[in-house]
């Protein structure tokens, strides 16, 4: 599973610790907040990117990237990107006419995968299936397996252009939510 961590520096705790000598508890209620803030956001655009790069819709994307928060003891929180392969039918695939299904990867052009088809299972999964071959022949109509493509951690890693941009805006944003939370609890003191 792939991490993006979201800390605090040593100056900017420095400074932090200056302006809210006066509010009691005041680094507590104003860290983990902030670093759980920026953590969403992070997910949102790291969701954004992967999407772009990928071609899968961003809803998808972000069911597979979890936040692992901050709390009060611990101020550090982690985006944990999926390492599970992601079904082939995520990336627009159609079905053929006796051509096998085409996919697009990436927002390339279209690839295509012959002898797949699209299925409908009993619980209402619908997936991109192949049918078992032995050797050079198939196995007949059964069994069928589900075609599955990169992972989202898999996206990530192997753009790096990604995860820079990502790891660049979650930065700006810790300590834009920092400066708020510290104004929201003066204001509230």
């Known amino acids: 599973m792939s991490r993006i961590d979201v800390v605090v520096d040593q100056g900017m705790m420095n400074r932090l610790t200056r302006t809210l000598r006066a509010v009691p508890g005041g680094l507590k209620r104003v860290i983990p907040p902030a670093i759980n803030k920026t953590a969403t956001q992070g997910r949102t655009r790291a969701a954004r990117r992967i999407s772009k790069a990928s071609g899968i819709k961003v809803g998808e994307v972000r069911k597979r990237i979890r936040i692992q928060r901050a709390t009060r003891v611990r101020w ?26 085409t996919y697009r990867l990436g927002g390339a052009t279209r690839s295509r995968l012959a002898h797949g088809f699209i299925a409908v299972m009993p619980s209402g999964h619908r ?27 898999g996206v990530y890693s192997k753009g790096p252009q990604v995860a820079a941009e990502v790891m660049r805006e979650t930065r700006g944003l810790l300590r834009t939510n920092i400066d708020r939370q510290v104004r929201y609890v003066l204001m509230k003191a």
């Open 76 to 101: 550090a929180a982690a985006l944990r990107l999926s390492n599970k392969r992601l079904p082939l039918i995520l990336f627009s695939a159609r079905q053929t006419v006796a051509r096998g299904v």
């Open 127 to 153: 997936g991109v299936y192949m049918r078992k071959w032995q050797g050079d022949k198939r196995a007949g109509r059964l069994p069928i397996v589900e075609q599955m493509a990169l992972s989202v951690a």
